[in-house]
């Protein structure tokens, strides 16, 4: 089995920072890409930012320059660096990652429970 824990949520007010940091435990023999994804009240659910297990990035136009995503593969480890927060960035963040429990099995995704940002003054 795996899990995915999130932390760093919180709250904080407009032009502050918050990082979320999500690590995965269990049956791992490898992770591809690992996300992360928000929903706000009312919303759809959105990906943020991925990065890829080779280090490759993309995220949504409307964070670009403000959200870092990294990951340490030592760790099996996925960090979310918000910077300049905006009200509209609130909502609650969740983790998504491609594990292969074993190098036979085919690649699954799993999400952890979410983590909630509010950005309020």
């Known amino acids: 089995q795996v899990q995915l824990v999130e932390s760093g949520g919180g709250l904080v007010q407009p032009e502050g920072s918050l990082r979320l940091s999500c690590a995965a435990s269990?049956?791992?023999?490898?992770?591809?890409?690992m996300r992360w994804y928000r929903q706000a009240p009312g919303k759809q659910r959105e990906l943020v930012a991925q990065?890829?297990?080779?280090?490759?990035?993309n995220y949504v136009d409307s964070v670009k320059g403000r959200f870092t995503i990294s990951r340490d593969n030592s760790n099996n480890t996925v960090y979310l660096q918000m910077n300049s927060l905006k009200p509209e960035d609130t909502a609650v963040y969740y983790c998504?990652?491609?594990?292969?429990?074993?190098?036979?099995?085919?690649?699954?995704?799993?999400w952890g429970q979410g983590t909630q940002v509010t950005v309020s003054s």
């Open positions: 998504n990652a491609d594990v292969r429990p074993a190098a036979w099995r085919s690649l699954r995704a799993y």
């Open positions: 990065i890829t297990s080779g280090g490759y990035t």
């Open positions: 269990g049956i791992i023999f490898s992770i591809s890409a």
